[in-house]
T-cell receptor, first 118, second 113 residues
Framework: AQKITQTQPGMFVQEKEAVTLDCTYDTSDPSYGLFWYKQPSSGEMIFLIY??????QNATEGRYSLNFQKARKSANLVISASQLGDSAMYFC???????????????FGTGTQLKVEL | AAGVIQSPRHLIKEKRETATLKCYPI?????VYWYQQGPGQDPQFLISFYEKMQSDKGSIPDRFSAQQFSDYHSELNMSSLELGDSALYFCASSFRDRQTEAFFGQGTRLTVV
């Protein structure tokens, strides 16, 4: 079974509008972390936001916020006031367990290609 | 702030050749992860190192090997290259138990012809 599911292969949004990118996850581990990354066409992987499974509040970083619904196992990324520079591929990823000593690999979803239009 | 440095940024090799990719983690980071991202694919975990010891292994071919050195930089060695090895190779680093962080380098784009 897919551990991370991103059901939107592509999304369009008008500049200055908000957009929500969906991510659902599957894990039986009570301790996990969820990450969102942005990958522009140049290829680099840019860290955006992190949400821990025990965090009581939804994470926010500037224009990015994470709508964390634990019971539904969803961790949707909300981008407010979209800008042309937000056009990129967005990946949701998960780290499972509280493994110490380097065992914190990430499992990625298939990504959502976001296009911001004028 | 210093980021994860990968070199080279681009590499073109012929089939059956060897390639070495280098990763310099963020200062004081002691853990390195390698990922492979094929065209149009999501990144796949290959291998990780903590304090110079292999800590986890993913879908890394036997033709590939890696190590972490005393200065914490890491190298991914790839031999008998195949066309299917053409991909973007990422290195990520973190510090021990700082599980909220996973910063990636800019990647090495390997093309096998």
């Amino acid at each position: 079974a897919q551990k991370i599911t991103q059901t939107q292969p592509g999304m369009f949004v008008q500049e200055k509008e908000a957009v929500t990118l969906d991510c659902t996850y599957d894990t039986s581990d009570p301790s996990y972390g969820l990450f969102w990354y942005k990958q522009p066409s140049s290829g680099e992987m840019i860290f955006l936001i992190y949400q821990g499974s025990y965090d009581q509040q939804n994470a926010t970083e500037g224009r990015y916020s994470l709508n964390f619904q634990k019971a539904r196992k969803s961790a949707n990324l909300v981008i407010s006031a979209s800008q042309l520079g937000d056009s990129a591929m967005y990946f949701c990823a998960m780290r499972e367990g509280r493994v110490t000593g380097g065992g914190n690999k990430l499992t990625f979803g298939t990504g959502t290609q976001l296009k911001v239009e004028l | 702030a210093a980021g994860v440095i990968q070199s080279p940024r681009h590499l073109i090799k012929e089939k059956r050749e060897t390639a070495t990719l280098k990763c310099y983690p963020i200062p004081r980071h002691d853990t390195v992860y390698w990922y492979q991202q094929g065209p149009g694919q999501d990144p796949q975990f290959l291998i990780s190192f903590y304090e110079k010891m292999q800590s986890d292994k993913g879908s890394i071919p036997d033709r590939f090997s890696a190590q972490q050195f005393s200065d914490y930089h890491s190298e991914l060695n790839m031999s008998s290259l195949e066309l299917g090895d053409s991909a973007l190779y990422f290195c990520a680093s973190s510090f021990r138990d700082r599980q909220t962080e996973a910063f990636f380098g800019q990647g090495t784009r390997l093309t096998v012809v």
